[in-house]
Nanobody, 125 residues
Framework: QVQLVQSGGGLQQAGGSLRLSCAAS????????MGWFRQAPGKEREFVAA????????DYADSVKDRFAISRDNANNSVYLQMNSLKPEDTAVYYC??????????????????WGQGTQVTVSP
């Protein structure tokens, strides 16, 4: 079992930046793919970004492409989400997730085995 602990987030003005971190412990491996999802009030939890175990492959939702960047530090079992050019519509609770059994399933939340506790990101106009 993998345990995921998130940090970062908070309140930021539109156009600003925030960075989220996710530390994994337990049965971790540098080969596991990880992802970030978000859930806004009254909406479904949606895919934001994913990264393969080696970090060589990444994927982003169209809504965050070219603004957000996912990265990982396998030596420290951590995954990061750098969020730039933030918009009010980015306001949501953000969750890291993993491991993912198959890269082809990266956008489907039910295929992630563990979830972080969630962290609030609020972007003011």
């Amino acid at each position: 079992q993998v345990q995921l602990v998130q940090s970062g987030g908070g309140l930021q003005q539109a156009g600003g930046s925030l960075r989220l971190s996710c530390a994994a412990s337990g049965r971790t491996s540098s080969s596991i793919s990880m992802g970030w999802f978000r859930q806004a009030p009254g909406k479904e939890r949606e895919f934001v970004a994913a990264i393969s175990g080696s970090g060589a492959s990444t994927d982003y939702a169209d809504s965050v492409k070219d603004r957000f960047a996912i990265s990982r530090d396998n030596a420290n079992n951590s995954v990061y989400l750098q969020m730039n050019s933030l918009k009010p519509e980015d306001t949501a609770v953000y969750y890291c997730a993993g491991p993912l059994s198959a890269w082809t399933l990266r956008r489907i939340r039910s295929w992630y085995a563990s979830w972080g506790q969630g962290t609030q990101v609020t972007v003011s106009p």
